[in-house]
């Protein structure tokens, strides 16, 4: 096999919509519309003579770099493509000034696994994704009081909870709706109405989190009933979502590492 890595254009929306239920998770596809303008220019693909094999979505924070979908076609797996899409992602990440970069990945996910420890990373904390319909946030502590983050409060909302510098600048970006408790800051949430859900989610107490829920159930589209929040490294947020009867979907953890190129693709 011959791989060249090449920038994704509008014909790879296709090979997208039909590589994102490789994730196993619930996550529905962007329009074409959306992921031109959200992901498109931070997506790379890998093909062999012109053909689509996979692709890695990757973004550049401040220092570092995040990668957020990494997929191989299920035909063309074992043969190199998941491991060049990473190195491409890396070396430009090295290019950029970028030390180091992270992800999150299923913890039964094996083959990612092994992928992603052969590039340096290592487990960094466990997360969790929950589903909460609205009715339960009645069984929430109250007090907190949420509203929408300014431009000019992102760095101090990163640095008081502890997110990668420029992750809350990439998700107004991204088009999310970003909720805060304070200042001083003890909460945020991410939020994308489409999906519907947050993350990062953050909060420093149930109440925060109540407060944050019910901002994100205020921007909701019409008719939903629920959404997802995903809490990292947060077991005693996760006991009081799961007491009060949100559902637990899902596992994973996040993985960081220094990044290393070792040469150009
Ligand atoms: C994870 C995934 C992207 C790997 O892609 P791939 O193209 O098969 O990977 P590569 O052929 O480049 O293999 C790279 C390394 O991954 C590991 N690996 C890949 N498949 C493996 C498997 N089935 N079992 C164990 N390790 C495996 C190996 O360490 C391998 O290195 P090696 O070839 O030097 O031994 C692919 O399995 C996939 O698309 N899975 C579904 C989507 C997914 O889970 N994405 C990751 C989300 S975090």
Known sequence: MSLSIRPATDDDFELYVR??????VDDPPAVLEKWRRTQRDDTLVAENDGQPLGLVWWQRLEGSGYVRQLITSPGARQQGVGRALMEA???RLAAAGCNTWQLNVKPTNIAAIALYRSLGLHRDYGSASFKVEWPLLER????ETARLVTEAEEAEVERMLGLPPGQVTN?????RVLLTV????????AFN??????????????????ALLEA???HSKPGATFAGVVLENDDALAVALERAGAFLRMKFDHYSGSVKAPHAP
């Open 19 to 24: 590589l994102l239920p490789e994730l196993g």
């Open 89 to 91: 992602v890396a070396w």
């Open 140 to 143: 929430l502590p109250s007090g």
């Open 171 to 175: 998700d107004r970006r991204l088009g």
């Open 182 to 189: 304070g200042p001083p800051f003890t909460g945020l949430a």
């Open 193 to 210: 109405p489409d999906y519907p859900g947050a993350f990062p989610f953050r909060a420093k107490s149930p109440a925060v989190a109540r």
């Open 216 to 218: 994100m159930r205020a």
